[in-house]
């Protein structure tokens, strides 16, 4: 009942930026929080950033100043800035949102199938 559609990967040298964008769609009622999540090789998922629906935001500490999280609520979309980026920072990166579906109003976590954020050096 709920997609997400990730757009924006791809390659980059270090020290450049991409922005990373999440459309949710299908029959929402109301998008609470949305998020970023990242899966290095050989490493578990990390949350990166997670923005609620009054627009306070989180960040991990290893992006923070360098990353910013923010959405359009009129777009059910949330956005990723990447900025300095580094090698470390490769990854598949995951946007995550909470849902309430139409008519039944049922409260869905859906996540979006990823997309691959590489960081040259």
């Known amino acids: 009942q709920v997609q997400l559609v990730e757009s924006g990967g791809g390659l980059v040298q270090a020290g450049g930026s991409l922005r990373l964008s999440c459309a949710a769609s299908g029959s929402i009622a109301s998008i609470n929080a949305m998020g970023w999540y990242r899966q290095a090789p050989g490493k578990q998922r990390e949350l990166v950033a997670i923005i609620a629906g009054s627009g306070s935001t989180n960040y991990a500490d290893s992006v923070k100043g360098r990353f910013t999280i923010s959405r359009d609520n009129a777009k059910n979309t949330v956005y990723l800035q990447m900025n300095s980026l580094e090698p470390e920072d490769t990854a598949v990166y995951y946007c995550?949102?909470?849902?309430?579906?139409?008519?039944?109003?049922?409260?869905?976590?859906?996540w979006g199938q990823g997309t691959l954020v590489t960081v040259s050096s």
């Open positions: 995550n949102a909470h849902a309430v579906v139409l008519v039944s109003h049922r409260y869905l976590e859906v």
